[in-house]
């Protein structure tokens, strides 16, 4: 057994869960895929894609989020190494009525900035997760919990902003994931 100890992951005694900065590419202009940067918020020249025959909102912005991960196996330790990626599909985010209103991009944006703390959430989470033997099913169940989480809370943000016609809750909205994002130091 001890000869294989550093050959077979099955025989690992311990997991590292190494979280890597976020997926991101140097020219987000180019391309159907916007990825989540401080330094560069939306724009409607981002929202490509064509509106519904008959809605009544005047925006959409399709966020998602996803992880890609590795595994090394070494000395007796599986290090799983993670890495987030948070982005708008261009082709899929659409403008109907909202023409240049700023109201109504800031709207769109905290949909995506609530995406953002959605991975910041996962991150957390994943550090947590000791099992050698369960990991990679813990991982993929709490993607499906965040995933769930993501849109309860983007639903929610819609409910009480009445799609942000109500400005004293988007204003409440702004500051609470304005405040989430600079706790996990963004």
Do not use: C
């Not at 070494?74 to 290090?79: A, D, P």
């Not at 910041?120 to 000791?130: G, N, P, V, Y």
């Amino acid at each position: 057994m001890s000869v294989n100890y550093d050959k077979n992951p099955i025989l690992a005694r311990s997991l590292v869960i190494n979280i890597l900065p976020d997926y991101r590419i140097d020219n987000p202009d180019k391309g159907d895929t916007l990825f989540w940067s401080p330094s560069r918020p939306l724009r409607w020249s981002d929202f490509h894609g064509k509106p519904p025959v008959f809605t009544s909102y005047s925006a959409q912005v399709f966020s998602n989020f996803e992880y890609i991960g590795d595994v090394k196996f070494s000395k007796g330790v599986l290090t799983a190494n993670l890495q987030f990626k948070a982005y708008v599909l261009k082709s899929s985010s659409w403008n109907a009525h909202a023409g240049n209103s700023e109201s109504a991009l800031d709207h769109e944006q905290l949909h995506f900035d609530i995406t953002k703390t959605i991975i910041e959430k996962f991150k957390e989470k994943a550090r947590q997760i000791t099992s050698v033997e369960d990991y990679d099913s813990e991982i993929q169940l709490l993607f499906i919990d965040m995933y769930r989480l993501m849109n309860k809370l983007q639903k929610k943000y819609d409910a009480e902003t009445n799609h942000s016609i109500n400005m004293i809750d988007q204003e409440r909205w702004r500051m609470e994931v304005r405040n989430e994002l600079r706790g996990y130091g963004i």
